[in-house]
């Protein structure tokens, strides 16, 4: 298999400092490296002359299954130039994706998030009731760019039958 591990998702956000602020301050993840990218490299890379990328780099602190290779596993990039147009982020559209956060007590940690302003797509958690997360919780959240955070709980004991 010619992949060996994953490096890193990233997102295209509109404000790095706000980004940096709900991702870090809302949210907790550990800002890891911050970055500009301006270099000759870059804008070959990405297709876009003369870019210039404001980059935030996060982890979990405590990630059970360690730390990513990267030493983060978020990347957030936003576009100083070439400046992009948001485009419409509902989950069923094409292209478009979602970051999935596990939790371990989601009814407070959606009560924490919803009493700091974070936008709910429902009133409250829902009870997963099919498919190999039955008993646990599940919700969709949306960050500053309306990209799609779902926080997860899993049942307890979590012991998927469709694993070798």
């Known amino acids: ?86 485009v419409e982020t509902a989950t069923n559209r094409p292209g478009v994706a979602h970051l999935a956060l596990q939790v371990d007590d989601i009814h407070a940690e959606f009560e924490r998030l919803k009493a700091l302003g974070v936008r709910a797509k429902s009133d409250a958690p829902v009870k997963v009731t099919h498919g190999r997360h039955t008993g646990g919780w599940t919700c969709y959240m949306l960050d500053p760019d309306h990209i799609t955070l779902e926080m997860v709980q899993l049942p307890v004991p979590f012991e998927p039958d469709d694993l070798p």
């Open 1 to 86: 298999m010619p992949f060996i591990s994953y490096f890193h998702l990233s997102f295209t956000v509109s404000d790095i400092e706000q980004s940096v602020h709900f991702y870090r301050d809302v949210l907790g993840l550990k800002l890891v490296h911050r970055m500009v990218h301006d270099q000759a490299y870059t804008s070959t890379q990405i297709g876009f002359a003369n870019a210039l990328l404001k980059v935030a780099l996060f982890t979990l602190a405590d990630m059970p299954q360690g730390q990513a290779p990267s030493g983060h596993f978020l990347e957030l990039i936003e576009y100083v130039n070439p400046r992009g147009e948001p």
